[in-house]
C-alpha cells in the first residue's frame, strides 16, 4: 500500500504538505481503481448522446475530473450509475451550449409528448414483422437515430447493461418513467429496424 | 390484464425486472393474445440481436493518458521498501547497487522539493505573499536578489509571449533561501522556482502533482521549477519560452 511520505522516518521533516501528497495521492489511486475501468461504458454513452469523437471525448474527461472532485461524495454502491449521471449532465450542458439555449433532452429530461400511446400503433400481422439480424453499424445508426430521451435509456439498457433501478438513479426519474420510456423506445428502434430492412431488401 | 398494460411490462419481463407475480399476469394474457405474443417475441429476438453484437465503443488510448495525466500523480514507493528489495537481490552486483543507490537518493531530493515547492506554491497563494518586490520589470527585479542570494537567479520578462511577470521574492526549498518568481497567464498565477545546484539533469519533464502541473528543466547550475493550476500545455510552453529567452 502507498503510504504517506511523512511516516517514513529519517525522512526529512514531515510536513503538513507531505501528510497532504500522500492522502492526495491515496485518494487518486482509490479514483482510479474503481472509476477508471468504467471508461468505456462512460465513452460509449458520451457517443450515443453528443454523435462524435471529439465532443464525446470533452465529456468523458470533463466527466472524469468532475467526479474525481466529487469523489467524497460517492458513497457506496456501483460507481458505474453515478459516473453515468455525471457524464449526462455534462453531455446535457452540451446540447445547452450547441442550442444556445437549454433544449435537447429538455429541463426536466421529458420526451416530446407527441409520443402516440403505444396501443394505437397500426395493428400488423405478427408473422410478417418478424426481425432480421442487421450488421452493428446499421444498429448503431438506429439507436442513434432515436430522440434523445429515448436513446439514452436504450444505451443504459442494452449497452451499459444497467438495471431499471440504476438506469432511474442515472436520468433522475421512477423506476415506472424508465420502464415505459424503455417500452416506448423498443417501439420505435423496431420501427426503424423494419423500414432498415425494407431499405436493403433485395 | 390488458392489452395496454401488458405492451409495458412485457419489456419488464424480458429485462427480468418483474416480480414473481407480475410475470406470471404477463405470461398468462400472453398466452391467450396472439398479438402480445408476437411482441414479446419480437422484442425478445430484437434485444438477442443487440446483445450479440458489438455496440459499444472502446474510449481512446490516448484519452485514458490525458485523463490519468490530470489526476495526483501515484505515491512513489517509498525509499525502504526498494532498499529491501537490494537485500532481497542476491544476485546484484555491488557495482550496479550502488548506481541504484544513488539513483534511489536523488529521487529522494527531487520529490523533497517537490513537496516543498508544492507547499511554498500554495503558501504563496494563502498568505497572499506572491512577492517580495513587485515589477513586471526584470531589471528592477534581478537587481533586488543581489545580496539576498550567493548567485543571481535567471529572471527574465515573458510578457511580450503571454507570461506576464509579477515580480520576485525570497523562498525556502531544501534548507536555503532561493529566489521565486511570479508570473501571470490569464487567472492562473505561475510561480517559478529557481533552485541551485542540479542542474546536471537533462532533459525536462511535466508531471501532476496535488493537482498542480510542475514543469521541471535544467539551466547551468539551476534546476529550474515551474508550478501552477495552469493546463501542461501552456506550462511546457511557458517552460520552452523561459529556457529559449535564457539561451538567446
Known amino acids: 500500500m502507498n503510504r504517506p511520505v511523512a511516516s517514513e522516518p529519517g525522512l526529512g521533516t514531515g510536513t503538513f504538505g507531505q501528510v497532504m501528497a500522500g492522502a492526495t495521492a491515496d485518494r487518486a489511486q482509490r479514483f482510479r481503481d474503481t472509476a477508471l475501468p468504467h471508461l468505456d461504458n462512460v465513452y460509449t454513452l458520451a457517443r450515443y448522446l453528443l454523435g462524435n469523437e471529439t465532443d464525446a471525448e470533452d465529456a468523458v474527461q470533463e466527466c472524469c475530473l468532475r467526479a474525481y472532485r466529487h469523489f467524497d461524495t460517492f458513497r457506496g454502491g456501483a460507481i458505474k450509475p453515478w459516473l453515468l449521471a455525471i457524464l ?23 420526451p416530446p409528448e407527441d409520443a402516440a400511446p403505444l396501443w394505437n400503433e397500426a395493428r400488423e400481422a405478427p408473422d410478417a414483422a418478424a426481425l432480421r439480424q442487421l450488421d452493428g453499424e446499421k444498429m448503431r445508426d438506429l439507436i442513434a437515430d432515436l430522440p434523445p430521451a429515448f436513446r439514452e435509456v436504450v444505451v443504459l439498457r442494452e449497452i451499459n447493461d ?25 417501439s420505435l428502434l423496431r420501427e426503424g429496424w423494419l423500414a432498415a430492412e425494407k431499405g436493403s431488401a433485395p | 390484464m390488458r392489452c395496454e398494460e401488458a405492451e409495458i411490462l412485457l419489456h419488464a419481463l424480458i429485462d427480468d425486472e418483474l416480480d414473481a407475480g407480475h410475470a406470471r399476469a404477463v405470461e398468462t394474457h400472453v398466452a391467450d393474445c396472439r398479438r402480445c405474443a408476437a411482441q414479446l417475441r419480437d422484442y425478445r429476438d430484437m434485444r438477442g440481436m443487440l446483445a450479440r453484437s458489438t455496440l459499444s465503443y472502446e474510449a481512446p488510448a490516448d484519452l485514458k493518458r490525458r485523463i490519468d495525466a490530470r489526476l495526483p500523480a501515484p505515491a512513489r514507493p517509498d525509499r525502504r521498501s526498494l532498499l529491501k528489495g537490494f537485500a532481497a537481490g542476491a544476485g546484484l552486483s555491488s557495482a ?3 548506481g541504484l543507490l544513488i539513483a534511489v537518493v536523488r529521487t529522494d531530493r527531487d520529490s523533497r522539493i517537490m513537496s516543498e515547492i508544492v507547499s511554498a506554491h500554495l503558501r504563496s497563494l494563502q498568505a497572499d505573499h506572491l512577492t517580495d518586490v513587485l515589477s513586471s520589470d526584470q531589471h528592477t527585479v534581478k537587481p533586488w536578489f543581489n545580496g539576498r542570494l550567493d548567485v543571481a537567479p535567471p529572471v527574465i520578462d515573458l510578457t511580450a509571449l503571454g507570461f506576464t511577470l509579477i515580480g520576485g521574492r525570497l523562498d525556502y526549498i531544501d534548507g536555503k533561501p532561493i529566489a521565486a518568481l511570479a508570473y501571470r ?12 545546484g542540479g542542474g546536471d539533469r537533462s532533459g525536462a519533464a511535466t508531471e501532476t502533482v496535488q493537482g498542480f502541473n510542475v514543469r521541471r528543466w535544467s539551466a547551468p547550475g ?15 510552453d511557458f517552460g520552452r519560452k523561459f529556457a529559449a529567452a535564457q539561451h538567446g
Do not use: K
Request: net charge neutral; charged share 25%.
Open chain 1, 88 to 110: 449526462r449532465n455534462v453531455c446535457r450542458a452540451e446540447y445547452a451550449r450547441r442550442a444556445g439555449t437549454v433544449v435537447g433532452l429538455g429541463e426536466s429530461g421529458e
Open chain 1, 162 to 186: 444497467l438495471s431499471y433501478r440504476e438506469i432511474a438513479q442515472v436520468i433522475d426519474a421512477p423506476v415506472g418513467t424508465v420502464m415505459s420510456r424503455l417500452a416506448r423506445a423498443r
Open chain 2, 96 to 98: 550496479i547497487a550502488a
Open chain 2, 185 to 196: 497567464r490569464r487567472a492562473h498565477i505561475i510561480n517559478l522556482f529557481v533552485v541551485e
Open chain 2, 222 to 236: 539551476f534546476s529550474l521549477w515551474a508550478i501552477s493550476d495552469l493546463n501542461a500545455d501552456e506550462l511546457e
